[in-house]
């Protein structure tokens, strides 16, 4: 089983910054792609940034030059930069690993449980 624990949720101001982790652990053979999205209140959970293994990385439009995601497959441990934060980029933020279990599987997803990323004055 593949758990992720994310962390480094919270309060910030406009024009602010926070740094989101989201760390796998568990039994498993390797982790594919990563990714963060989002959810907003009345809205649908959207995808915010994600990256490959080999460290190719996109990202929505509405923030892009503003979130950096970036990795540490030793770690199996996924980042995201977030600065410039607008009250507009208020959300849960979710993390997402897509992991091969086994040599003999095929790949899955997995969730984090979600950290609430709140901005505002």
């Known amino acids: 089983q593949v758990q992720l624990v994310e962390s480094g949720g919270g309060l910030v101001q406009p024009g602010g910054s926070l740094r989101l982790s989201c760390a796998a652990s568990?039994?498993?053979?390797?982790?594919?792609?990563m990714a963060w999205y989002r959810q907003a209140p009345g809205k649908q959970r959207e995808l915010v940034a994600a990256t490959t293994s080999g460290g190719a990385t996109n990202y929505a439009d509405s923030v892009k030059g503003r979130f950096t995601i970036s990795r540490d497959n030793a770690k199996n441990t996924v980042y995201l930069q977030m600065n410039s934060l607008k009250a507009e980029d208020t959300a849960v933020y979710y993390c997402n690993a897509v992991v091969q279990p086994t040599t003999s599987r095929g790949l899955f997803d997995y969730w984090g449980q979600g950290t609430q990323v709140t901005v505002s004055s």
């Open positions: 568990g039994s498993f053979f390797r982790i594919d792609a």
